[in-house]
T-cell receptor, first 115, second 111 residues
């Protein structure tokens, strides 16, 4: 299994540009997540999905959109990039079980700079 | 979800046990304690989790106090590759499987 893959690894955007960060997992996990991590800080949840066709906001959703048309893919869209969105973005996936198991598997991250 | 308190940083000698404490005094009965770590520039990595009983796996041991208000992650024989930020997270089953990452503990393993 490749696990969770993210593309691109690095990207520089100009203010006002848009882009999509791609995330794919091959573990058949029903839950997927997008986090951002600013320098020296912990991760903050942007959006999450509990299954195909279902998404919900996390702690910091403003300026982002997501979709989940398949189990495997969970792209994150930035419509009008702003300098405040300069960050490292991590995608993660997990299964859910009745015992509360929540071992999230993280991708390698996308480093985004908006100038 | 209950908040957690961890020391900002710790040092450990290579080959010795690293004991990372976490306070979660407001934990509820249905909340689990999770530990993740993040090695520089990489995505976080799951280590271990538990509810009431102590847990052990190939990476670490988790000791939870009887009142569940604190826990300790133990890396039995720390290596230089264990240098990372360690996050203690408390979450319940009905939290949408979300994890709330705080500042964590920066563990430096020294030769």
């Amino acid at each position: 299994n490749a696990g969770v893959t993210q593309t691109p690894k690095f990207r520089i955007l100009k203010i006002g540009q848009s882009m999509t960060l791609q995330c794919t997992q091959d573990m058949n996990h029903n839950y997927m997540y997008w986090y951002r991590q600013d320098p020296g800080m912990g991760l903050k949840l942007i959006y999450y999905s509990v299954g195909a066709g279902i998404t919900d906001k996390g702690e910091v959703p403003n300026g982002y959109n997501v979709s989940r048309s398949t189990t495997e893919d969970f792209p994150l869209r930035l419509e009008l990039a702003a300098p405040s969105q300069t960050s490292v973005y991590f995608c993660a996936s997990s299964y859910s079980d009745s015992k509360g198991g929540n071992e999230q598997y993280f991708g390698p991250g996308t480093r985004l700079t908006v100038t | 979800d209950a908040k957690t308190t961890q020391p900002t940083s710790m040092d450990c000698a290579e080959g010795r046990a690293a004991n990372l404490p976490c306070n979660h005094s407001t934990i509820s009965g249905n909340e689990y304690v999770y530990w993740y770590r993040q090695i520089h520039s990489q995505g976080p990595q799951y280590i271990i989790h538990g509810l009431k009983n102590n847990e052990t796996n190939e990476m670490a041991s988790l000791i939870i106090t009887e009142d569940r208000k604190s826990s300790t992650l133990i890396l039995p024989h720390a290596t230089l590759r264990d240098t990372a930020v360690y996050y203690c997270i408390v979450r319940s089953n009905n939290a949408g499987n979300m994890l709330t990452f705080g500042g964590g503990t920066r563990l430096m393993v020294k030769p």
